[in-house]
């Protein structure tokens, strides 16, 4: 069954016109002139380069046999032999019945190929529906990355114009087997520095230096400070150990001292004399202050190199040290600590000179640091280098862009995959079935085709359509077998050309006839095929109106109630045959008939669907084609001769040859109007040659006058609203 016809770009059809259906039978209504031939044409000869921008859905469908003018040219005018048509004979009863057994098995064949056919496309669609899924996902790359602030759009060049190019890209490019480490906030900043008004090559950042680094290593800390142990009181103090304690006592006491004694600075006692001050300023002679200044120019000298530690934003700010500022501000913090807790015990060994300090060594904290300086200073040099070569290294980025793609999208290409796999599986089966099938269709074939090769004969034909022809009244000539496998037409009084002597309703009928029985028939010993599809073009074109019924009987009996044919299109410029194939049972029509109309204007043919309540008389249809001044000329005017002699030759109230000789149409501008119109002047012959004589609003003003001179103005006025 076919389900949709596509017209497009031959004869009429300018542009695409559709007829798309789902019954069984269908109707097509139109004027001579809108495209009926057209699409019979095609159907007759689809493979013809000039349908080239046509198509019919499904490609593959059952045989299609038309009847149309090409039809008859090819079985009648070129030659007086008609291809034989073969019909299975009942005297053998035996291979008859075979026969019948193999159309069955045939049949069953055929359908289960339908079936499988129909399965191969869901399971086609559902791939397709899962590609299309799984396509769309990927596309939300082009929709992330394009736009906005464009920095990463040069990754999709050449990938931004279809989803399938895009998808197939990314699905090309295999899977990293780890996740990678450049991430892509990383990349765009890359790119960013590369292509930016800010990519200049940058410097490398200084490496943290601390000079008083060497203080921490000196031995003074590690040593006791002791002063004079000869002094007055120096063994009292050693033994005592309270050097540090006294040494701070001795800012109180007065720097004159009499004889006399003086408080005590610690337990304020009149204990203190000049003897005792000396005593005491003896020990901490000349060696132990000298060593005192020097642990406190040591702490002066550390705290002033604390100071160039204590702001590292000229690292932490650094546009390349983003990723390795909390690294940065842990070892720095780690450094400072150490600092500080040496400052603090440079001050502990300067309170108590005695006591032993060791200071700790920040050469690995600063070390530790500055490997973190270098490892900046190696991506600068890297973006430095990139700089100098931003072609390849743009290019390097943009596979690392896509590297993360394909992570990020693993789970949509795995699942695309795992579909694909399923359904190519499924395709296979499929296939290999339908492998079987065919062969068996082949096998099942050629047993038919075999045994009709036994019993197929022409006669069962030539006598159905000599029965025919004098059903419908048809006498004078009649068909003969003419050898094995053809026959011809013969009149009693003739035997040569006798199909050139018929007229044209007679060659329509017998051509019918024949087409008839070739659909109902086999075309050949080797015809196989159990349903076939007929497209019937305008079987009534030449015939009187005493035939019109029975061809309509004709094509109701062999057509549309056999169930030989899947599909039947009938085609035809009648309203009244058009309405006498229309089945009048709304729910009858409404499940097996479709009816359409086909138009034509200046913008070409065109096919709508119709509904019954539209179906006009082919009177009404004239005046709907006039009333529309987008109809081609020809049309129009030959509507408008159509509607005098339809009117008139019922209504004969006047001469209407004396009608087109009022003085009204005697003016220059009616006159291709009355040669073509006037009935009477048609006979002879005449006609418009060229229709650029053609002038719509005068043609129509003439035609108002015709109908006003015969008293018919008001039926002008109604049809014209039409």
């Known amino acids: 069954m076919l389900n949709e016809i596509r017209m497009d770009s031959v004869a009429s059809f300018k542009q695409e016109a559709k007829l798309v259906t789902d019954k069984r039978i269908n109707l097509v209504y139109g004027l001579n002139g809108t495209g009926k031939s057209t699409i019979s044409n095609y159907l007759y000869e689809p493979e013809n380069p000039r349908f080239g921008q046509c198509a019919k859905l499904p490609e593959l469908s059952d045989p299609i046999l038309v009847y149309n003018q090409s039809f008859i040219q090819d079985n009648f005018y070129i030659t007086d032999n008609l291809k034989g048509i073969f019909s299975l004979s009942k005297e053998n009863k035996l291979a008859e019945e075979k026969i019948a057994n193999a159309t069955a098995i045939l049949t069953q064949f055929d359908q289960n190929q339908k079936d499988k056919r129909a399965e191969k496309q869901q399971a086609l669609q559902a791939f397709e529906d899962q590609k299309k899924q799984a396509v769309n996902e990927v596309w ?20 931004k114009g279809k989803k399938d190019s895009l998808f197939e890209y990314l ?89 006399g004694a003086q408080p005590c600075p610690f337990c304020q006692e009149a204990t203190i004399t000049s003897k005792l001050v000396d005593g005491i300023k003896g020990y901490f002679d000349d060696t132990y202050q000298q060593q005192i200044d020097t642990l406190e120019k040591l702490r002066t000298d550390y705290i002033a190199d604390q100071a160039g530690l204590l702001d590292i934003s000229i690292y932490t700010d650094h546009q390349f040290a983003e990723k390795y500022v909390a690294t940065l501000t842990n070892k720095h913090q780690e450094l400072v600590n150490l600092v500080r807790e040496n400052i603090s015990r440079i001050e502990q060994k300067i309170k108590s000179p005695k006591l032993p300090q060791a200071l700790k060594s920040t050469k690995n904290a600063l070390e530790s640091f500055n490997e973190e300086v270098k490892a900046i200073n190696a991506d600068i040099n890297d973006y430095n280098t990139q700089l100098r070569n931003s072609k390849s290294a743009l290019e390097s980025l943009k596979n690392e862009f896509w590297l993360n793609m394909r ?105 019918f006839l024949y087409y008839c029985e070739l659909c109902k028939g086999k075309s050949s010993a080797d015809d196989t095929q159990v349903k076939r599809i007929a497209v019937i073009d305008d079987p009534i074109s030449s015939l009187s109106h005493v035939f019109i019924f029975n061809v309509g009987q004709l094509i109701r009996s062999v057509f549309f109630k056999s169930d030989r044919f899947s599909q039947v299109f009938v085609l035809t410029h009648s309203l009244y045959f ?71 030759s019922f209504v004969r109230k006047k001469d209407l040859n004396n009608v087109f000789l009022m003085p009204q149409l005697q003016e220059v501008k009616y006159q291709a109007f009355c040669r073509y119109v006037n009935r009477e002047s048609h006979s002879l012959g005449q006609n418009i040659i060229d229709m650029k004589e053609f002038n719509y609003d005068v043609f129509k003003e003439g035609l108002r006058l015709v109908f006003q001179e015969t008293g018919y103005q008001e039926h002008f006025k109604a049809m014209s609203k039409i």
């Open 407 to 511: 992570w990020q999208y693993d789970q949509t290409i795995s699942r695309f995959d795992k579909d694909r796999l399923a359904a190519n599986q499924k395709l296979k089966s499929l296939d290999e079935e339908l492998r079987k099938i065919d062969s068996n269709v082949a096998d099942t074939k050629s047993e038919i085709s075999t045994t009709q090769k036994e019993t197929v004969n022409v006669d069962e034909a030539v006598d159905a359509i000599n029965s025919s022809l004098v059903e419908l009244g048809i006498e004078g000539f009649n068909i003969i077998k003419h050898s094995e496998s053809l026959y011809r037409i013969v009149r009693t009084d003739q035997s040569e050309d006798v199909f050139r002597t018929l007229s044209e309703g007679e060659k329509m009928m017998i051509s």
């Open 171 to 259: 699905h090309s490019i295999a899977k990293p087997e780890n996740q990678p480490e450049k991430t892509i906030q990383a990349i765009r900043k890359e790119v960013e520095a590369l292509k930016g008004d800010s990519a200049q090559p940058q410097s490398n950042i200084p490496p943290l230096i601390f000079s008083a680094q060497e203080i921490e290593s000196n031995s003074i800390f590690g040593e006791p400070i002791l002063g004079n142990a000869d002094s007055q009181v120096g063994q009292l103090i050693e033994k005592l150990g309270n050097a540090d304690w006294v040494k701070q006592g001795l800012r109180y006491i007065p720097e004159h001292v009499d004889e």
């Open 140 to 159: 939300k790359i082009k929709s992330t990355y394009t736009g906005g602030d464009r920095v990463l759009e040069y990754c999709l060049d050449g990938l």
């Open 578 to 648: 058009f309405h006498e194939l229309t089945d009048p049972n709304h729910d009858r029509r409404k499940e097996n008939q479709k009816l359409f109309r086909i138009t034509k204007n200046s913008s070409g043919s065109d096919l709508q669907e119709m509904k019954y309540e539209e179906i006009q008389n082919d009177y009404q249809s004239y005046w709907s084609v006039i009333n529309d001044p987008t109809q081609p000329p020809a049309l129009i005017a030959n509507c408008m001769r159509n509607i005098v002699e339809y009117f008139f």
